[in-house]
Nanobody
Framework: QVQLVESGGGLVQAGGSLRLSCAAS????????MGWVRQAPGKEREFVASISWSARNTYYADSVKGRFTISRDNAKNTVNLQMNSLKPEDTAVYYC?????????????????????WGQGTQVTVSS
């Protein structure tokens, strides 16, 4: 199992940047594909980005492609989400998530339902 704790959320103006971090604890973190999923008030969970456990492959939702970058540092047990050119529609609670069934180093997951472990979330608010 893995425990996840997000940080870095806050209030930012449209067009600004924010960097989210996720600290993970667990003996098998380095072999888990990781992802970020967000949920806006009154809406369903929305996949944002995924990164394979080797960090050699990433996948992004169309809505954030070109603006967000996911990265990981397995030595430090962290995964990050750099968010640039933020828009009001990016406002949501952002969750760090892990897939505990990853079998290949290049696998990414682009559905929220494919993740097994979740953090508590961190609020991101983008003002216009």
């Amino acid at each position: 199992q893995v425990q996840l704790v997000e940080s870095g959320g806050g209030l930012v103006q449209a067009g600004g940047s924010l960097r989210l971090s996720c600290a993970a604890s667990g003996r098998t973190f380095s072999t888990y594909a990781m992802g970020w999923v967000r949920q806006a008030p009154g809406k369903e969970r929305e996949f944002v980005a995924s990164i394979s456990w080797s960090a050699r492959n990433t996948y992004y939702a169309d809505s954030v492609k070109g603006r967000f970058t996911i990265s990981r540092d397995n030595a430090k047990n962290t995964v990050n989400l750099q968010m640039n050119s933020l828009k009001p529609e990016d406002t949501a609670v952002y969750y760090c998530a892990a897939n505990g069934r990853t079998r290949h180093s290049l696998t990414v997951y682009y559905r929220a339902q494919e993740y097994d472990y979740w953090g508590q979330g961190t609020q991101v608010t983008v003002s216009s």
